[in-house]
């Protein structure tokens, strides 16, 4: 998992996957999706994780019960 | 990866144009509906619609009928283009029976896929969980959004709906599959009961002359609802930088920039809008929704 807190992510090298959830706890989530190399993204908001391999990113919303 | 610099901008000034006036809509529902001959049914058209309530029903044959109910069907005898006006709807506001008035538009396969254009919604008409309304119209060319007056759900007028139901003052899933569809016209759209708008417009590869938002659009109530607290969606990623050119979506951000009031500690609103770009005219309010707006946005990044 990469390590990102505010996010003003522009263009990244690879496909970045995120996770969103409604509190630190990260007991739920609350939206998921792909930022493609086209792509920009900005948020101030803290309970979201980011993931460059996908296969870590799918393991952990089966975690939730989610299948992408 | 790389990361992003915002500039300033100037905010946008929406441009107008003057023109002649065109004749007023329909107060009432108007469609224009195609009969290939074989047909002698709208396909299903007011078999739910008007259930427990009644309507004026011009057939645009030189029939009609005056405060009709239940099922009713049309009896043309010649193949073609039919403009069908549904007016002086009892009870159009009413959730449980308007939800089914989308049926009037949507209800069958083959009745939906008839519908060429939809030329008013009713200046009389308010509808109520346009959730889906408009999907696989595969011959709808036209729609005049300016007339669709919509109303959220309200939990403490209507009890009996689902709750989840509430949040339809959206578009949700709507205007997908319609494959001569060349524009989507929300410039005199009412936004100002509107609480979701995602995931609109897949699959409608004429949508050439794109989306379009107008400088009154309003979208102050984005996720005023008391069932979903935490994040609302406005979607339109399906679209390409072709049908959501940088001027319309730096008018959209102005627009959201203006209006858009964040309701609460743990409310977010994501919009996507695919890889389509802003310019320097929407830089700012992009800033602005993201700092103070709680948005996450997720675009094309600036030109």
């Not at chain 2, 519908?115 to 119209?137: A, R």
């Not at chain 2, 919509?150 to 139901?165: C, E, G, K, L």
């Not at chain 2, 320097?280 to 707006?293: M, Y």
């Amino acid at each position: 998992m990469i390590d990102l807190k505010k996010t003003d992510l522009c263009y990244p090298d690879v496909e970045l996957y995120y996770i969103i959830y409604t509190s630190n706890d990260r007991d739920e989530v609350i939206s998921y999706n792909v930022i493609n190399t086209n792509q920009c993204f900005s948020a101030e908001y803290e309970p979201i994780d980011f993931y460059d391999n996908e296969q870590e990113w799918i393991k952990v919303l089966k975690e939730h019960n989610i299948t992408p | 990866m790389s990361w992003y610099a915002n500039g300033m901008g100037i905010p946008m000034i929406p441009q107008s144009g003057d023109g002649p006036t065109p004749p007023g809509p329909s107060t009432g529902l108007q469609f224009v509906y195609e009969f290939d001959g074989l047909n002698q049914y709208v396909g299903g058209l007011t078999v739910q619609g008007l259930i427990s309530r009644t309507a004026d029903v011009d057939w645009g044959d030189g029939t009609s009928l005056t405060g009709t109910t239940g099922f009713i069907t049309s009896n043309y005898s010649t193949a073609g283009d039919y403009t069908i006006t549904i007016d002086n709807i009892t009870n159009s506001d009413q959730p449980i029976e308007s939800q089914v008035l989308k049926y009037l538009l949507n209800y069958g396969v083959d009745a939906k896929a008839r519908i060429k254009e939809i030329l008013s919604f009713g200046t009389s008409i308010t509808w109520v969980n346009t959730f889906s309304m408009l999907n696989d119209n595969s011959r709808l060319t036209h729609v005049d959004l300016s007339t669709l007056n919509i109303r959220a759900f309200d939990p403490a007028t209507d009890p009996s709906q689902n709750p989840v139901y509430r949040t339809n003052a959206n578009f949700a899933g709507s205007f997908d599959n319609m494959p001569l569809l060349t524009t989507l016209d929300f410039s005199d759209f009412d936004f100002s009961n509107f609480i979701q708008f995602s995931s609109i417009a897949g699959n409608c590869p004429n949508l050439n002359e794109g989306v379009i938002f107008g400088p009154n659009n309003d979208f102050s109530s984005i996720g005023k609802n008391e069932i979903v607290s935490s994040i609302f969606l406005y979607d339109l990623s399906n679209l390409n930088q072709k049908q959501l050119s940088t001027e319309q979506y730096d008018l959209l951000l102005n627009r959201l920039d203006a209006t858009y009031v964040p309701s609460g500690v743990t409310f977010y609103t994501l919009l996507n809008v695919g890889s389509v770009q802003y310019s320097s005219n929407g830089s700012t309010a992009r800033a602005n929704l993201v700092a103070t707006g709680k948005m996450l946005i997720t675009d094309g990044g600036q030109i």
